[in-house]
């Protein structure tokens, strides 16, 4: 199997907090874990991908002191959104990489109020 | 560097109709092609992919998909398709060169009509 977690599966917070997101791969060592964002009814922007051992690797344009991501062990990598602000309200998937596939997370659905 | 591109946003299609996604891609380098299903609140769940080998593919649930170099094509087939099948399909491509990093299409919305 290849089966990826992500928790919380919801989470709500007030404008200027931090919030962390886990993404676990259950069945298999992950070196290569990626996230996501996705905005309603569009498709999936890849953030980041995140290397156990080593600093993550950000797609242009997207803001590493914001989304700090961790991935400290070969099964978990963490998506920390620091001083959130309602813009940062969206759909974050997380994937891991088993060898050749990513294998994706059910999601986390943030809202910045 | 690659690219996708998803033609139908949209494909209503009556039950236990055959249906087809369509995707193309472009590249200039050996590419893997695979198709994800997402459910509304859900991650994306695979459904087949091409790594090498046989051109045609068998998924889950009953779909398959033919890849064709020439035509850049990885299109997406149901013979008969149920009202379960309603949901978002992505295709996306990376290449096999090993950076692993996806390129997704912009999805088609597939809704079974009973």
């Known amino acids: 199997g290849a089966v990826v977690s992500q928790h919380p599966s919801r989470v709500i917070c007030k404008s200027g907090t931090s919030v962390k997101i886990e993404c676990r791969s259950l069945d298999f060592q992950a070196t290569t874990m990626f996230w996501y964002r996705q905005f309603p009814k569009q498709s999936l922007m890849l953030m980041a991908t995140?290397?156990?051992?080593?600093?993550?690797?950000?797609e242009q344009g997207v803001e590493k002191d914001k989304f700090l991501i961790n991935h400290a062990s070969l099964t978990l990598s963490t998506l920390t959104v620091t001083s959130a602000h309602p813009e940062d309200s969206s759909f974050y998937i997380c994937s891991a990489r088993k060898p050749d596939t990513q294998y994706f997370g059910p999601g986390t659905r943030l809202t910045v109020l | 560097a690659q690219s996708v591109t998803q033609l139908d946003s949209q494909v209503p299609v009556f039950e236990e109709a055959p249906v087809e996604l369509r995707c193309n891609y472009s590249s200039s380098v050996s590419v893997y092609l695979f198709w994800y299903v997402q459910y509304p609140n859900q991650g994306l769940q695979l459904l087949l992919k091409?790594?090498?080998?046989?051109?045609l593919v068998k998924g889950i649930n009953g779909f398959e998909a033919e890849f064709n170099k020439s035509q850049t094509s990885f299109h997406l087939r149901k013979p008969s398709v149920h009202i379960s099948d309603t949901a978002e399909y992505f295709c996306?491509?990376?290449?096999?060169?090993?950076?692993?990093?996806?390129?997704f299409g912009t999805g088609t919305r597939l809704k079974v009509l009973a």
């Open positions: 996306a491509v990376s290449d096999a060169s090993g950076t692993y990093k996806y390129i």
């Open positions: 091409y790594l090498s080998g046989s051109t």
């Open positions: 995140s290397n156990e051992g080593s600093k993550a690797t950000y």
